[in-house]
């Protein structure tokens, strides 16, 4: 990575859903090394915003690279395995058991399924690996997505709403994962409305409102 340029880099972004402009004017820059706290109301637009940052939502106007990607152009899916994405819902296949859906997303990013096992470990679940997901608790499957963004150590981390349904013990696990991040040289944008939380993990906030960020 270029430590010269920002990992992430908006000038004037809007991005719509359907009729509705949900954003708009957004300018945000997140270097390496950096940890975004985004804050902001229910409803201000932070998933909206993770998701462009994401790839997942394509911007209806301005400028927008990430991880060196024009995020107009096919670009895009060429970086979407860098980025870790940890939203509201648990992205898991219910199906499959805690320990597969981790080797699933191993052998898609070739990483050596033991390292599968060894994340289920991290996060206190190696007991619990042949359980499926859909016969898990809520914040089991919070664990098992930290335990695969450990797995993969994506350059870039969008955490929305981590805290959700957490026990006490599993806040440290979200602190670990941006740490080794940070580490690594890459980026968080972390999205909360629970300031108090947030706070410790970030080297700096932003907030959003009225579809801008301020």
């Known amino acids: 990575m270029d430590e010269a340029k920002p990992l992430v880099s908006l ?3 809007a991005a719509r859903i359907g009729a509705a402009t949900i954003l708009r004017d957004i300018d ?5 090394g950096e940890s975004v706290g985004l804050f902001g109301a229910n409803g201000a637009g932070k998933t909206t915003l993770l998701r462009v940052i994401a790839t997942l939502l394509r911007p209806s106007r301005g400028v927008a690279r990430v991880l060196g990607a024009d995020l107009s152009s096919h670009e895009r899916f060429e970086i979407r395995r860098r ?4 939203g509201h819902s648990p992205a898991l296949f219910p199906e499959l058991s ?3 859906n981790l080797e699933f997303s191993a052998r898609i990013v ?3 399924l033991s390292a599968a096992k060894d994340a289920l470990e991290d996060v206190g679940l190696a007991a619990a690996a042949a359980r499926l997901v859909g016969e898990s608790s809520y914040g089991m499957r919070r664990r098992v997505e930290f335990a695969r963004e450990i797995m993969l150590a994506p350059d870039l981390l969008l955490l929305d709403e981590p ?3 957490l026990d006490p013990s599993a806040v440290e696990l979200v602190e670990h994962i941006v740490a080794g991040v940070l ?3 890459g980026a968080v944008v972390l999205a909360s409305h629970d300031v108090a939380k947030v706070a410790p ?3 700096r906030t932003a907030e959003l409102a009225g579809g801008t960020v301020r």
């Open 183 to 185: 580490q690594r040289r």
């Open 163 to 165: 805290h959700s349904a």
């Open 201 to 203: 993990m970030v080297t």
């Open 11 to 13: 000038v004037g972004v």
């Open 110 to 112: 070739g990483v050596p």
């Open 98 to 100: 805690l320990l597969a």
């Open 83 to 86: 980025i870790g994405l940890i």
């Open 28 to 32: 945000l820059k997140v270097s390496a």
